[in-house]
C-alpha cells in the first residue's frame, strides 16, 4: 500500500521538519501543503498577477527547503516560512528593479482628495484598498506592505529595501 501525505501528523512540527531534512518527499508534501495557501496569500501581496505570485511561492519554497536545516525550532515555524517567502519575494522584485522608484518621486496626477472618496459607495472596500495601494509607486508599496501586512519594523525595512529609516 503507498503511502499518503494525508496520513502525516502536520502538528508534530518536529517531526515534520526532520522528515523534512531527510527528504521524505511524503513529508515535503504534507509541510507544503501545510503552508503554501497562507504564503500564496502573503505573495499575492508583492505580485502584479497570479502567474507572478506563483514564481515567488515557488521560489520561496525551494528557499525554506533548502534552509530548513537550519530552523531552530524558537518561534513560529509559519513564521520563519513566512519570513523566508517575504524575503525571497523582495528579492525577485528586486531583479525585476521594480523596487528603485524614490519615493520623493510619488506622481500625485491619480490623487483624490480623502473628502471626495467615501467608503460607504464602495461595494468591496478591501480590493479598492489593495488596488490603491498597488497604485502607489512599487518601493512605497512594498515599504507599506512590509510594515502594515508584514509587521516588520522601520529598521527591518530599510534593510531589507536599502531606504533610510
Same mark, same amino acid.
Given at each position: 500500500?503507498?503511502?499518503?501525505?494525508?496520513?502525516?501528523?502536520?502538528?508534530?512540527?518536529?517531526?515534520?521538519?526532520?522528515?523534512?531534512?531527510?527528504?521524505?518527499?511524503?513529508?515535503?508534501?504534507?509541510?507544503?501543503?501545510?503552508?503554501?495557501?497562507?504564503?500564496?496569500?502573503?505573495?499575492?501581496?508583492?505580485?502584479?498577477?497570479?502567474?507572478?505570485?506563483?514564481?515567488?511561492?515557488?521560489?520561496?519554497?525551494?528557499?525554506?527547503?533548502?534552509?530548513?536545516?537550519?530552523?531552530?525550532?524558537?518561534?513560529?515555524?509559519?513564521?520563519?516560512?513566512?519570513?523566508?517567502?517575504?524575503?525571497?519575494?523582495?528579492?525577485?522584485?528586486?531583479?525585476?528593479?521594480?523596487?528603485?522608484?524614490? &519615493?520623493?518621486?510619488?506622481?500625485?496626477? $491619480?490623487? #483624490?482628495?480623502? %473628502?471626495?472618496? /467615501?467608503?460607504?459607495?464602495? !461595494?468591496?472596500?478591501?480590493?479598492?484598498?489593495?488596488?490603491?495601494?498597488?497604485?502607489?509607486?512599487?518601493?512605497?508599496?512594498?515599504? &507599506?506592505?512590509?510594515?502594515?501586512?508584514? $509587521?516588520? #519594523?522601520?529598521? %527591518?525595512?530599510? /534593510?531589507?529595501?536599502?531606504? !533610510?529609516?
Amino acid at each position: 500500500m503507498k503511502r499518503k501525505y494525508e496520513n502525516i501528523d502536520i502538528k508534530d512540527e518536529q517531526l515534520l521538519v526532520t522528515k523534512c531534512i531527510e527528504d521524505d518527499r511524503l513529508y515535503q508534501e504534507a509541510f507544503y501543503k501545510k503552508f503554501a495557501p497562507k504564503m500564496y496569500a502573503v505573495c499575492k501581496n508583492y505580485a502584479e498577477s497570479r502567474d507572478e505570485a506563483m514564481d515567488f511561492l515557488q521560489d520561496g519554497f525551494v528557499s525554506v527547503f533548502n534552509n530548513l536545516h537550519k530552523y531552530r525550532f524558537e518561534g513560529s515555524l509559519e513564521g520563519w516560512v513566512r519570513k523566508i517567502i517575504v524575503f525571497r519575494t523582495i528579492e525577485a522584485l528586486r531583479r525585476k528593479k521594480r523596487y528603485q522608484e524614490v &519615493l520623493s518621486e510619488i506622481d500625485t496626477t $491619480g490623487y #483624490t482628495d480623502p %473628502e471626495e472618496y /467615501e467608503l460607504e459607495n464602495i !461595494s468591496t472596500p478591501v480590493e479598492k484598498i489593495k488596488e490603491l495601494v498597488n497604485n502607489l509607486p512599487e518601493k512605497a508599496a512594498l515599504i &507599506l506592505k512590509l510594515y502594515v501586512i508584514e $509587521g516588520f #519594523t522601520h529598521a %527591518e525595512i530599510s /534593510e531589507i529595501t536599502g531606504v !533610510s529609516i
